[in-house]
C-alpha cells in the first residue's frame, strides 16, 4: 500500500526505539553476508517537514481537547446571560498551530514574513497604502513598465489598432469603470481627516471609547453634503446639508450619521422612500436639479402635516449656510448612553461651530450657484490647507426616560427637537479638522457611513426612523460600493483589529489564515472568540405589547413646535423663511396644492400664512388643515432663542472673506493698513482690480491684484472695503462692475468701508449710510483722512456681527 508523501508519523516512542533496534540488527546481519564488505553508512536524519506536520496535528488536537464542550450554552438562555453575557470560551495557540500552510515561514517579495503577533493589517493609518509616485516609472497596474503611454498599438504607422495591445485595453477598461453609483441622497459631499478631543471623563454616563477621560483624542472623517441634488448639482442649492462624522475607536467605528437641521420631515421610515421620490426630479422630465420648488414635493409633504416642523427650518435660513464650517450639526434621532454598569440615559448630539452660524441670502445663493457651483467644497479645502482649521464643539442633552414621558412630545418622534430650555446642552468635546484628504474619490467618495456602526455605550431607541435608517444604509454600500466588503477600503476601515468568520465576497482584501471560520470551534482554540460582556451588549428596554402598525398619539401634535420655531426667530430670518415658502410655491403648476399648503401653515402662524398667501395671490384665506389631534398638547416653551442663527455669532472675524477694491492710483499705504489689521485678526482679505495684475499706486508703490472683479464678485466676499485716490474712484466709478460689486455688498446687509474719496462710490450705488427707520448704519463705516484706526476697528466690529439685518427691505430699495 501507497503511503502518502509526508504524512505524519503515528508511531509510538517505545516502537520508535524497536524499530531503531531492529533495523541496527537486520543492517549488520545484511553485512556480514555482503561480500566485498561496505563502509558503515550514518541512519538518514528524518525530514524536518514530517516533524513539523506532526506537531501541528498534535497541537491541534491538544486545542481541540482543551475545549471538550462548549461551556457558555447554557448562559445563550434567560435573561441574566442577554445582560452579562460571558467571555468566549477559548485558549491559547502559537502561530505554527493555526497556521493555513507550514510553508509560511518562506518568506518573500509578495508574501512578505510569517504572522507575527495577533493583529488586522487591514487596520491601521493610511499610510501602508498611500502611493507616492515620485521618480517612479509608468506602469500597468501588474507593474509591468510602460514603453509608450502616447500611442495605442497598431499594425503599421497607419493601421488598424490591435486587439492584443494589453496596455490600451487595461487603461481604457478602467477608465469605463473609474465611476462608481452615486448615493441616492447625499450624493454631493465634500470630506475632511481630523480628530475629536473630549473635554471630560464620561464614563459615569457612557462606556463610548470617545469619551473617556479628559483630553482623550480620538480620530475621524467628515463627510459634509447637500440631500437631493446629484453628484455634479450645485453647492448653493436650497436644502438640507448632511454632518456626518466617523470616530475611529479604539473599540470600532461610530457613525454619527446626522444633519444640520435636527429635525426630519417624516417620523416612520416607511415614508423615505416616498419623501425622496417626491423632493427628486420630476420622473416625467427630470426636473428640477437639486432643488424642492416643483409640484411632486409639496404635494407629498402638504398631505403630510408631521413636516410642517421640518418645512420651517427648510425655509429659512438654515438651508442656506454661508459655508461648512458655520453651520450647526445634529443627531437628528435619540439615542441612549449606556455606562459600564448598564445603566441608561437618552441623549440627543449637538455640533456648534466655532466661527458661529452664518448664512447666505438667497439673492446671494442663486448668484454663488452660476460663478462657483463649488462654493462650500472650495472654502473648506481652502480653510484647512491654510491652516485655519474649522472646529466645532459637541455638546450633549442627556435626560432620562423619565423625564422624557413628562414632554408634551414624545422623544422618539424625528420630527421634535428637545427644547434648551428643558434640557441644556453642555459641552463634552471639541472637533478639529487639520487635514484634507489626499485623493476625493478613494476617501470622501467611497467612505461609508451608516447608522447601525456603533459601539459600545452607544445604544438605539425605538424611533421608527432610525430603525429604518439602520438597515438602509447598509444595504445601499452593497450596491454602490460592490459588496460586502466596503469595510476593508482603506477609508473606512477601522483603526481597531477586525477578526470575524466573515469570508469571502467581491473585492475581498484580507487573506485569512488557517481552516476555521465558524464559531464554536476548537480547531482553532476557540478564536476569535466572543467578548462577552466586554463587547457591545444591547440595553434590555422591555417590549410588551402587540405587533401593530401605528404610531403613538404624542406623534400626532404637528404644529407646536413648528410655531416654536418660527416665533424664536428674529424679524430678517421670519422675511426670509416667508419668501422662501412664497418662492416655492410659487413654482408648483398646480393651484390646489398652493392652497393646501398655506391651509397647514395657518396652524403655525397667521402671520406667516398670510404673508404668503399674499405673494401668491390668493384672494381669501383657506380654512386651517384639520389636526390630527382633537385637544393640543399644551407647549412647554414658547420661545428659544437657541433656535435662531444669531444666537451663535462666533468667534471674532477668523476666516472671513474681504474684498479690499482697487485701481490705478489707490491710497496703498491705506488699503496696506486696513489688510494688515484684517489679517492681523485672521481674516482673509483681497485685492480686487478691474483685471488682474499689478496697478501704480498713489504713492508711486505697486499694488498687485489677487482677483479680478470678473473672477471674483461681490457674492463670494463677506464684506466691502472702497479705496481712496480721486483716480482710483473714478476709474472704479466708471466701472459698471465695481457699481454692481457696492450695490450686491449693499444690498446683501454686509458691511463695508469707504476710506476717503470713495463715499461717492457709496452714494452712486444707493448705499445709504442710515437705516430705514433713520438710525445711523453700524455697517457703513466711512473713514476720512486722519481719523486713525477708529475706522478700522468700526468696520470690523461690523464684520464681527456678519450682517447689517436692519438694513434689509423687501423688496430692495436697490
Avoid at 230 to 251: I, L, N, P, Q, W
Wanted: some cysteine; glycine content about 8%.
Amino acid at each position: 500500500m501507497a503511503t502518502r508523501k509526508n504524512a505524519p508519523s503515528r508511531t509510538s516512542a517505545a516502537g520508535k526505539a524497536a524499530a531503531k533496534k531492529s533495523n541496527k540488527s537486520s543492517s549488520t546481519n545484511s553485512n556480514a553476508d555482503a561480500a566485498p564488505a561496505r563502509a558503515k553508512r550514518k541512519p538518514r536524519a528524518e525530514p524536518e517537514g514530517p516533524r513539523r506536520i506532526a506537531r501541528q496535528g498534535q497541537a491541534a488536537d491538544r486545542l481541540a481537547a482543551s475545549l471538550d464542550h462548549n461551556p457558555n450554552k447554557a448562559a445563550e438562555h434567560g435573561r441574566a446571560g442577554a445582560l452579562a453575557p460571558p467571555e468566549g470560551a477559548h485558549a491559547g495557540a502559537d502561530a505554527e498551530t493555526l497556521a493555513s500552510t507550514l510553508a509560511e515561514t518562506n518568506a518573500g517579495a509578495k508574501n512578505g514574513a510569517p504572522a507575527q503577533a495577533p493583529g488586522d493589517p487591514l487596520s491601521g493609518d493610511l499610510s501602508r497604502v498611500r502611493v507616492n509616485s515620485a521618480d517612479q516609472r509608468l506602469t500597468t497596474n501588474q507593474g509591468v513598465p510602460v514603453s509608450d503611454n502616447q500611442n495605442s498599438l497598431k499594425a503599421g504607422l497607419r493601421g488598424p489598432a490591435l486587439l492584443k495591445d494589453f496596455v490600451l485595453r487595461e487603461k481604457i477598461t478602467h477608465f469605463d469603470h473609474e465611476r462608481i453609483p452615486e448615493r441616492v441622497v447625499h450624493a454631493r459631499g465634500s470630506g475632511a481627516h481630523g480628530y475629536f478631543e473630549s473635554y471630560r471623563d464620561l464614563s459615569r454616563v457612557t462606556r463610548a471609547a470617545p469619551f473617556q477621560g479628559e483630553g482623550k483624542i480620538t480620530p475621524v472623517f467628515v463627510r459634509f453634503s447637500t440631500v437631493a441634488g446629484e453628484r455634479g448639482s450645485k453647492d448653493t442649492a436650497r436644502d438640507v446639508r448632511g454632518f456626518a462624522v466617523k470616530f475611529y475607536t479604539e473599540e470600532g467605528n461610530w457613525d454619527l450619521v446626522g444633519n444640520n437641521i435636527p429635525v426630519f420631515f417624516i417620523q416612520d421610515a416607511m415614508k423615505f422612500p416616498d419623501l425622496v421620490h417626491a423632493v427628486k426630479p420630476e420622473p416625467h422630465n427630470g426636473m428640477p436639479q437639486a432643488a424642492s420648488a416643483h409640484d411632486t414635493f409639496w404635494d407629498f409633504v402638504s398631505l403630510m402635516p408631521e413636516s410642517t416642523h421640518m418645512l420651517l427650518w427648510h425655509m429659512s435660513d438654515r438651508a442656506i449656510p454661508r459655508s461648512y464650517r458655520m453651520m450647526q450639526g445634529f443627531g437628528v434621532h435619540t439615542f441612549r448612553l449606556v455606562n459600564a454598569d448598564g445603566e441608561s440615559v437618552l441623549c440627543k448630539f449637538h455640533w456648534t461651530p466655532k466661527l458661529g452660524t452664518h448664512s447666505l441670502t438667497w439673492d446671494e445663493a442663486v448668484k454663488i450657484s452660476g460663478c462657483d457651483p463649488d462654493y462650500h467644497r472650495r472654502d473648506l479645502w481652502e480653510a484647512i490647507e491654510s491652516g485655519d482649521y474649522p472646529e466645532y464643539e459637541l455638546g450633549l442633552q442627556v435626560f432620562t426616560d423619565e423625564q422624557a414621558a413628562k414632554f408634551s412630545f414624545d422623544v422618539l418622534d424625528a420630527t421634535k427637537i428637545v427644547p434648551e430650555e428643558l434640557v441644556p446642552v453642555t459641552p463634552v468635546g471639541r472637533l478639529v479638522l487639520d487635514r484634507n484628504p489626499d485623493n476625493f474619490f478613494a476617501e470622501t467618495e467611497q467612505v461609508a457611513f451608516c447608522t447601525a456602526h456603533v459601539v459600545p455605550g452607544i445604544d438605539f431607541t425605538n424611533d421608527p426612523l432610525l430603525a429604518g435608517r439602520i438597515h438602509s444604509y447598509v444595504d445601499t454600500q452593497l450596491t454602490r460600493l460592490g459588496g460586502p466588503n466596503f469595510h476593508e477600503i482603506p477609508i473606512n476601515a477601522p483603526i481597531a483589529p477586525v477578526h470575524n468568520n466573515q469570508r469571502d465576497g467581491l473585492h475581498r482584501q484580507a487573506i485569512h489564515r488557517g481552516r476555521v471560520a465558524y464559531e464554536p470551534n476548537s480547531l482553532g482554540g476557540g478564536c476569535p472568540f466572543q467578548a462577552g460582556a466586554a463587547g457591545f451588549v444591547s440595553f434590555p428596554e422591555p417590549v410588551r405589547a402587540d405587533e401593530v402598525r401605528a404610531k403613538p398619539e404624542k406623534f400626532a401634535e404637528h404644529y407646536n413646535q413648528a410655531t416654536l420655531f418660527y416665533e424664536s426667530q428674529s424679524p430678517a430670518e421670519r422675511r426670509h423663511i416667508a419668501a422662501a415658502f412664497r418662492f416655492e410655491l410659487s413654482k408648483v403648476t398646480v393651484p390646489a396644492i398652493r392652497v393646501r399648503t398655506v391651509a397647514m401653515l395657518e396652524n403655525v402662524s397667521e402671520q406667516l400664512a398670510g404673508e404668503v398667501a399674499m405673494g401668491l395671490g390668493l384672494d381669501e384665506m383657506p380654512p386651517p388643515m384639520p389636526r390630527a389631534l382633537a385637544r393640543t398638547p399644551r407647549a412647554e416653551v414658547k420661545r428659544s432663542p437657541a433656535l435662531s442663527l444669531l444666537h451663535y455669532p462666533g468667534e471674532g472675524i477668523r476666516s472671513r472673506r474681504v474684498a479690499i477694491l482697487i485701481a490705478p492710483g489707490a491710497q496703498a499705504a491705506s488699503l496696506e493698513r486696513v489688510r494688515a489689521a484684517l489679517a492681523a485678526l485672521g481674516a482673509n482679505p483681497r485685492f480686487i482690480g478691474p483685471t488682474l495684475g499689478e496697478f501704480a499706486a498713489a504713492e508711486g508703490d505697486r499694488l498687485r491684484a489677487d482677483a479680478s472683479l470678473e473672477s471674483e464678485p461681490a457674492v463670494l466676499f463677506d464684506a466691502l472695503v472702497l479705496p481712496d485716490g480721486p483716480d482710483a474712484v473714478a476709474a472704479l466709478g466708471n466701472d459698471g462692475r465695481a457699481a454692481e460689486f457696492v450695490k450686491d455688498q449693499y444690498r446683501h446687509c454686509k458691511p463695508i468701508l469707504a476710506l476717503g474719496a470713495s463715499r461717492t462710490l457709496l452714494e452712486a450705488a444707493g448705499a445709504f449710510v442710515v437705516l430705514p427707520d433713520g438710525e445711523r448704519d453700524p455697517g457703513i463705516v466711512v473713514a476720512a483722512a486722519g481719523d486713525g484706526d477708529e475706522p478700522i476697528q468700526a468696520f470690523i466690529d461690523a464684520l464681527a456681527a456678519h450682517r447689517v439685518w436692519q438694513r434689509e427691505t423687501d423688496p430692495p430699495t436697490t
